[in-house]
């Protein structure tokens, strides 16, 4: 049997982290993988994430089974977090999954379940694993233009274009915010008017939020998802608590069902329920015991929304002065763009062979498409990008 397995493509994010570490040079950066790194080039376990460890290892009696939605109050507390009050409790089915990348791929397998014939609707780009995971299950995926080339912010009219040619029953996947891989992400006003696409074609909302937090603030990065879950008959919703907690490896996340209709709720709550036993019965619970204790806790609470605005602003300052550096040292606005987007990427919209010349010539390290993890930057270090960016011709 296992002569006929293939070999499959090797993650390209992962293929590079591999690189960087082989790199002798002592002056490398690497703007890679997506995780959140403090100026040290730490991803430290958040104060809050510490000190609820510690309640729950001396509090826990337990380590029997959850149930198969995972703890009905990390629910809770996460749909709050994430929805506030724009959406009545009884209108939202909700389970623990493990990560975001859990809760995607249970609702691409409800999609399916549900409508075997609905495409997926995928901003060019998007985070690469949503289309490996559709294309695992054998779910038609439709790339709708989003990244303006030109500009680097959102092709808002080529999307709509785009978004106009599916048909009713299809799903529309978006980013709630801090859009991976670009940084470019729609205002308000373009949000509405994507809301009334989806509405007035009986199209289906996804929205997948992995980094709220990290852009404008909780609540801003939480409004446009606010907006279509109260405004769409219905929609899924894919919550990831890795990058705002912290918690990456705790495998931490959560998927929404958000109808109109109330008298629904039951039999979507009972679908994601199947759906989690069926993959993996009980989902985890370190990561969603550790949030919960958090969100439950003014103390912990007021403590990691103080260091989750750490981090923002931290990002916030970086992209700052690399723009501002690239504006010095190139003597034009057209880097204006990075201070414009919002999370932990931004893409440089550099060609593949000058992403190479970063890495071959000045040790930086980025993904391919030229996305840059702002994060990987110190200020010590974008004075270094910036030169590098502009002696290879970006
Ligand atoms: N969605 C997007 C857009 C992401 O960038 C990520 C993290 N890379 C995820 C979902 C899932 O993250 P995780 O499974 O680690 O929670």
């Known amino acids: 049997m296992f ?41 430290p376990v958040m104060r809050a994430v510490k000190a609820a460890e510690h309640r729950i290892w ?4 337990t380590k ?36 975001g990348t859990g ?15 609905a495409r997926v609707f995928v901003s060019n780009p998007t985070w690469p694993n949503h289309i490996s995971i559709l294309n695992y299950l054998g779910i038609e995926t439709v790339a709708y233009r989003y990244f ?49 696409l989806i509405n007035d074609r009986g199209l289906v909302a996804m929205i997948d939020i992995a980094y709220q937090g990290f852009g404008d603030g909780l609540n801003e990065d939480a409004q446009a998802t ?24 705790e495998r931490t996340g959560l998927l929404m069902a958000v109808s109109a209709d109330a008298g629904q ?43 989750l605005e750490e981090v923002r602003l931290s990002m916030l300052g970086l992209r700052r002065q690399l723009a501002d550096e690239l504006q010095r040292l190139s003597g034009s606005d057209r880097f204006g763009f990075l201070a ?20 071959v010539e000045h040790g930086i390290y980025m993904v391919g498409d030229s996305r840059m993890n702002i994060a990987g930057l110190n200020e010590a270090t974008v004075p270094i990008l910036a030169k590098a960016i502009v002696d290879v011709g970006v």
């Open 340 to 359: 414009q987007h919002r999370g932990m990427f931004s893409r440089l919209g550099a060609a593949p062979e000058l992403v190479e010349k970063l890495r």
């Open 3 to 43: 002569e006929n397995l293939k070999p499959q493509p090797a993650d390209k994010i992962l293929a590079l982290m591999q690189m960087y570490r082989d790199d002798p040079r002592e002056q490398k950066i690497d703007l890679g993988v997506g995780v959140y790194k403090n100026a040290q080039g730490v991803t």
């Open 58 to 61: 001396e509090e826990q009696q």
């Open 64 to 99: 029997a089974y959850t149930g198969l939605a995972g703890d009905p109050a990390y629910a809770d507390a996460m749909i709050t977090l994430i929805l506030g009050t724009s959406v009545p409790r009884a209108n939202i089915a909700a389970v623990a999954t493990p990560g």
């Open 103 to 117: 809760a995607c791929r249970q609702a691409f397998e409800l999609i399916r379940m549900a409508n075997p014939s």
């Open 265 to 307: 709720t039951a039999l979507n709550q009972g679908t994601l329920a199947f759906l989690n036993r069926q993959n993996y019965s009980f989902p985890p619970d370190h990561g969603a015991r550790v949030v919960t204790t958090i969100l439950m806790d003014e103390g912990l609470r007021a403590d990691w929304m103080a260091e």
């Open 226 to 249: 606010r907006l279509v879950a109260s405004s769409v008959k219905e929609c899924l919703i894919a919550a990831s608590c890795s990058k705002n907690f912290g918690v990456y490896r």
């Open 148 to 196: 303006d080339e030109e500009t680097r912010g959102v092709d808002f009219d080529g999307m709509i274009e785009d978004l106009k040619t599916a048909k009713a029953g299809d799903v529309v996947l978006l980013h709630g915010c801090c859009h991976n891989p670009t940084g470019a992400n729609l205002n308000m006003v373009q949000w509405q008017e994507v809301v009334n």
